[in-house]
């Protein structure tokens, strides 16, 4: 039997958790509609609510402000387009979901970590009157790098804006307190946390008004109508158990990261590994190996049966240049050879070894060294 591919590309999309599998098993055969009365409707109600009640303790969040949606995608897209706002901040290293969202935004740069420059927040605040909103990442899905999520809330505030955070990477590698952050709005995705793709939420303070995106059967509290994705929830849910209850499991993964990044420096004296020094989540490297175009290097891993991916992939398939890497005005080089390795629970220190043996192989050929 051939070996299964080496999976290095969480941040991308996780495997299902088997907890989760075992879960949506059990509930595969049930007719589940929320909406209907009768008691098969109330049993799938109650199901839904239980997922909501599991993701509201992860985040610590009021259950009842937890809107399902379908996927990170959608909760960026509902956060950014349901209010009335005169003027939306983003930062320029937001996901495709938020940038293609708002074309008239105001874009924040980073500095050349990747962390957004904050006295240019307050500057471009200070000199805006109507209802503003500010959608900044929590962590950055192609660097790792995590955003001063309290400052940006509290700078934010004092201008009187609301403040929404795409979590969707945050979430299940950092702890998150949704109560304690003062954000307005926030984003999150069952797949990044070993869920099912397909399922999301946007998760609002109380107080917030959002104009529904999809207007129909009024569920969610008329906030996303169209009858809930119950298995999908249920799927998020467990996830959400699953990862508040295994505080430890980051700690070994970002062990794990600190391992591969040191033994990668040792065989490769110069490679640049973006954002060593500020908060990173710990499961993610972002790795310029010098002279390999990073679709070189993602077809040699295929090859050698390593799954991973450089910072951007399109939904062509191809790898562009990394609007998130540019934004850091880091050289030429960064933007077009950096390769973005995620790890996660299953793996492991065996996988270490062959990746960076395989980085080797693809480096020499790309020299022609062998
Ligand atoms: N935001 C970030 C930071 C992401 O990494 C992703 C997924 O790659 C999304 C949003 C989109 O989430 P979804 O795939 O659930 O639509």
Redesign the pocket.
């Known amino acids: 039997m051939e070996n299964a591919p080496i999976y290095l590309d969480y941040?991308?999309t996780t495997p299902l958790r088997a907890e989760v599998k075992v879960e949506l098993l059990g509930s595969l055969g049930e007719p589940n509609n929320p909406s209907s009365i009768h008691s098969l409707g109330r049993s799938a109600r109650r199901r839904l609510e239980k997922s909501r009640n599991q993701i509201a303790t992860l985040i610590n969040s009021p259950t009842e402000n937890i809107i399902f949606t379908?996927?990170?995608?959608?909760a960026?897209n509902l956060a950014l387009k349901g209010g009335q706002y005169t003027d939306i901040i983003v930062s320029s290293i937001e996901?495709e979901?938020?940038l293609s969202a708002t074309s008239d935004a105001k874009k924040i740069s980073v500095d050349k970590d990747g962390i957004v420059i904050l006295p240019e927040l307050e500057n471009v605040l200070a000199n805006i009157n109507g209802n503003c909103l500010v959608s900044i990442?929590w962590a950055?899905?192609e660097t790792g790098v995590i955003q001063p999520i309290k400052e940006i809330v509290e700078i934010a505030s004092k201008y009187g804006a609301r403040v929404h955070s795409?979590a969707?990477?945050a979430l299940g590698k950092i702890p998150i307190n949704f109560r304690e952050s003062g954000l307005s709005m926030m984003?999150i995705?069952a797949?990044?946390i070993g869920g099912p793709?397909g399922i999301?939420a946007l998760v609002i303070a109380d107080g917030v008004e959002l104009k529904p995106a999809l207007v129909g059967g009024g569920q969610e509290k008329g906030r996303r109508s169209g009858t809930e994705n119950i298995l999908g929830a249920i799927g998020f849910g467990k996830a959400a158990e699953v990862v508040a209850q295994n505080p430890a499991e980051n700690k070994r993964i970002q062990k794990l990261r600190d391992l591969f990044e040191t033994k990668l420096s040792q065989c490769f004296p110069k490679v640049n590994i973006l954002s060593q020094n500020v908060p990173r989540l710990g499961n993610t490297s972002a790795v310029v190996m010098p002279g390999v175009l990073a679709e070189t290097q993602v077809m040699g891993f295929d090859l050698e049966g390593v799954c991973l991916s450089a910072g951007a992939a399109c939904s062509s398939g191809k790898v562009k240049r990394s609007h998130v890497v540019e934004a850091m005005k880091i050289g030429d080089e960064p933007t077009t050879n950096t390769i973005r390795v995620s790890f996660g629970w299953d793996s492991t220190e065996l996988e270490i070894d062959f990746l960076v043996d395989s980085w080797l192989k693809i480096y020499n050929r790309a020299n022609k060294k062998i």
Do not use: L
């Open positions: 941040n991308a379908s996927g990170g995608t959608e960026n996901h979901a938020v990442m950055n899905n795409d969707v990477q984003s995705s797949h990044k793709t999301g």
